[in-house]
Every structure is written in structure tokens, then in C-alpha cells.
T-cell receptor
């Protein structure tokens, strides 16, 4: 149990276009979802936290108009990179945390496989 | 806010050598502690976690970690590494109801 999927797994786009990444919790309800960004050979940096039905909370330095997050349901969150530029190329990882019914309890975050974005 | 420090950037070991990766955190309250592994080209996998109770935690693949509260440490250990343990290892901390905060990671290279 506690599987998190992401789609697409990789995407290449032209500079100036927008890209949407989906994150789904497949077998549990994710009350909270997190979006991380990982640069090559570096750690995961938290971008934002979203709770179902409410606005996302962005970390300092993350442009909320650039990285639009929607957590419309308990199983789906989307990250849209608007007007992408080459410097937005990175590995984006979502994570989900559910309620007490999830294996591991409410404390554990489950990670998706990541989406590699390359902006030309 | 909590922070995590992993002291070793890159560790190179021969097969069968013992491993210890350091992790120190900064947070004044109760913490949950985690070690994740990321094999080349794969996503994060949970190795082990500590919430409460016995400070010596055993995880998958023969890994263990010890929580030493007085030292704010949660070092990862394995008595005998294998080539297949080559990966990036991340220590993570969660204080209260906050998101996981990750250390910068330690790259482990195991040579035959």
C-alpha cells in the first residue's frame, strides 16, 4: 500500500511553454501533498506544501505564480510550471501524507518516482 | 525550523567494509527521523525511520540507525556493505507537523 504515482515521468518542452505534472496517491487519501525539486547531485528542496481544498504554502524563494499547485482532491495534486525556462529544468518529486489509516501512520511521507523536466 | 547536516559528501568503501554515515539535526522539539536511499536512476526509498521507543532502529537490507538525543544525531550503519549498496543516502527530519527536511545527501560508492 501507500503508492504515489507521477505523470509524466519525463518531459521535454520549449522555453516559454507551460508544463503540468500530476501526482496521485493510488491507495490512500492524501490530506497533504508536498512538492520537492532536486537538482543533479543535490538534495531534495521543498518547494511547497498543499492541503486538499486550500491554497498551497510556498517555501521562501519559490515563485507561486511560476509554480502553480492545485490540490483539488484527496488523491490528486498538480504542479504547473508556467512559462518554463531552461533554468527550470530539474527533477520534480511529489510526496503525499495521509491520515491515520495509512500504513506508517500520519507521520510518514510517501514519495512518487519523480518527473524529469528538460526545458530547451 | 529544523535543519539536517550530513557530514560526508562522498564515501568510497570496499565490499564487506563497515559503513557509518553521519547525520545531525537541529530542532528543539520532538522529531521523527528517517533515512532514505536513492539508487541510480530510481526514486527515493525508505530505509528506516525513528518515531519513538528503542533508539536503535533496524531497517531494510541490513541497515540500522541509532538515535542519540544528546548529540542530536541519527547515524546510519551497516556492518558489511555490498556493491549493490552503491547509492545516494539522505537523512531527513520532521519536527512536529512540518514537512520532511532533507540533508544534502551522501553518495556511497562500493567497489569490488
Amino acid at each position: 500500500g501507500a503508492v504515489v504515482s507521477q505523470h509524466p515521468s519525463w518531459v521535454i518542452c520549449k522555453s516559454g511553454t507551460s508544463v503540468k505534472i500530476e501526482c496521485r496517491s493510488l491507495d490512500f487519501q492524501a490530506t497533504t501533498m508536498f512538492w520537492y525539486r532536486q537538482f543533479p547531485k543535490q538534495s531534495l528542496m521543498l518547494m511547497a506544501t498543499s492541503n486538499e481544498g486550500s491554497k498551497a504554502t510556498y517555501e521562501q524563494g519559490v515563485e507561486k505564480d511560476k509554480f502553480l499547485i492545485n490540490h483539488a482532491s484527496l488523491t490528486l495534486s498538480t504542479l504547473t510550471v508556467t512559462s518554463a525556462h531552461p533554468e527550470d529544468s530539474s527533477f520534480y518529486i511529489c510526496s503525499a501524507r495521509g491520515g491515520g489509516q495509512v500504513a506508517g501512520g500520519p507521520h510518514e511521507q510517501f514519495f512518487g518516482p519523480g518527473t524529469r523536466l528538460t526545458v530547451l | 525550523a529544523q535543519s539536517v547536516s550530513q557530514h560526508n559528501h562522498h564515501v568510497i568503501l570496499s565490499e564487506a567494509a563497515s559503513l557509518e554515515l553521519g547525520c545531525n539535526y537541529s530542532y528543539g522539539g520532538t522529531v521523527n527521523l528517517f533515512w532514505y536511499v536513492q539508487y541510480p536512476g530510481q526514486h527515493l526509498q525508505l530505509l528506516l525511520k525513528y518515531f519513538s521507543g528503542d533508539p536503535l532502529v533496524k531497517g531494510i537490507k541490513g541497515f540500522e540507525a541509532e538515535f542519540i538525543k544528546s548529540k542530536f544525531s541519527f547515524n546510519l550503519r551497516k556492518p558489511s556493505v555490498q556493491w549493490s549498496d552503491t547509492a545516494e543516502y539522505f537523512c531527513a527530519v520532521r519536527g512536529g507537523n512540518t514537512p520532511l527536511v532533507f540533508g544534502k545527501g551522501t553518495r556511497l560508492s562500493v567497489i569490488a
